[in-house]
């Protein structure tokens, strides 16, 4: 089982990024999909969820009307679009995939900086 994120870097305040997650070894399509980020000293926080059904997906407050899930159960890959970043939003990103039984996977994050 693989969850490979990638699309992380060096971006300006106001600027854009689009973070993918590649998954292998699994049904990814009865995977509800989740971004976390964790920013130093501090605790892993959920940042968007989508769900294995492709049901709507739910945000936190913070990134609501910026950041957009998606996921593309053809290619087994979800995706995270960041528009408007702010430096607050700079951490690791981290992408992770939930089973209805219980079952977790976890990818081994991605940075993004948001520096001018």
């Known amino acids: 089982v693989q969850l490979v994120e990638s699309g992380g870097g060096l971006v300006q305040p106001g600027g854009s990024l689009r973070l993918s997650c590649a998954a292998s070894g699994f049904t990814f399509r009865r995977y509800g999909m989740s971004w976390y980020r964790q920013a130093p000293v501090k605790e892993r926080d959920l940042v968007a969820t989508i769900p294995s059904g492709g049901g709507r997906p739910t945000y936190v407050d913070s990134v609501k009307g910026r950041f957009t899930i998606s996921r593309d159960n053809a290619k087994n890959t979800a995706f995270l679009q960041m528009s408007s970043l702010k430096p607050e939003d700079a951490a690791v990103y981290y992408c992770?995939?939930?089973?209805?039984?219980?079952?977790?996977?976890w990818g081994q994050g991605t940075q993004v900086t948001v520096s001018s």
């Open positions: 992770q995939s939930s089973a209805p039984w219980g079952q977790e996977y």
